[in-house]
């Protein structure tokens, strides 16, 4: 299974990508989104968009995780990030591919262990769970994997769907769905003696059920 995480932002915005088996989670592809610095905010929105868009279609995610807005320095900063997001669900949503959003602190918890844990170490933990040599850069890059980990690492039907995919599926019978179809799958019983060849048998008594004459023992006359 792949999830994609994103980490949002009107300057620069990091995206990275996890593939795990359920168990171990390996890196795809992370980076940073660098927006034209003379550009017009539009025009940043856009260029947001495209790259997104192009790059969860090379990755193929099953889903995409993406960090929510909390908090910002002021109104005008929180303004410019809710548009980053929007455009960054969008190209989601055109892939076809489910969204999740994750607050800062569920995503702390989700893999360091604790909400209130600094960037350094959300980071450090990063580069452990993935087996890095080294942290990954541009920090947005970084804090784009952590939320792909936190999905992961929050969503049970995450691991589950990503176990399943990496095991075959044991072919199954189809189950009885009332006690009337239950048919016993005995092995072939030994017919009684005298029973003529052909003649249906009760399986769990191993008699006939045909109307042969029942079987005679002559027995020594009394005194």
């Known amino acids: 299974m792949r999830i994609f995480g994103i980490d949002p932002g009107s300057a ?6 996890v593939e795990t088996d359920g168990s171990r989670h390996h890196i795809v592809i992370c980076g940073a989104i660098q ?5 017009t905010f539009p025009e940043k929105l856009r260029v947001i968009h495209t790259e997104l868009a192009r790059l969860i279609g090379d990755c193929r995610p099953d889903g995409v995780a993406i960090e929510n807005l909390f908090h910002a320095a ?3 900063s929180a303004l410019k990030l809710g548009h980053a997001r929007g455009v960054a669900m969008l190209a989601a949503v055109e892939a076809g591919v489910p969204v999740f959003e994750y607050t800062p602190a569920e995503i ?3 893999v360091v262990g604790y909400g209130r844990a600094e960037k ?3 980071q450090q933990m990063v580069k452990l769970i993935l ?5 990954p850069s541009p920090h947005d890059a970084a804090d784009a994997l952590a939320v792909a980990i936190c999905h992961v690492n929050t969503h049970p039907h995450a691991r589950v769907s990503a176990a399943m995919g990496m095991t075959a599926a044991a072919p199954r019978s189809k189950a009885a769905t009332s006690w009337r179809q239950y048919r016993p ?4 019983s030994p017919l009684r003696p ?3 060849a052909g003649a249906p048998v009760d399986v769990r008594r191993g008699k006939s059920t045909s109307a042969a004459p029942p079987l005679r023992r002559d027995r020594p006359a009394r005194p």
Do not use: D, I, M, W
């Open 12 to 17: 620069r915005t990091g995206y990275g990508c």
């Open 35 to 39: 927006t034209p610095a003379l550009g």
């Open 74 to 76: 002021n109104v005008r």
């Open 108 to 110: 702390k918890r989700a």
């Open 120 to 122: 350094q170490q959300v």
């Open 131 to 135: 087996g890095l040599s080294a942290v």
């Open 185 to 188: 799958a005995f092995a072939a």
């Open 194 to 196: 005298g029973t003529p």
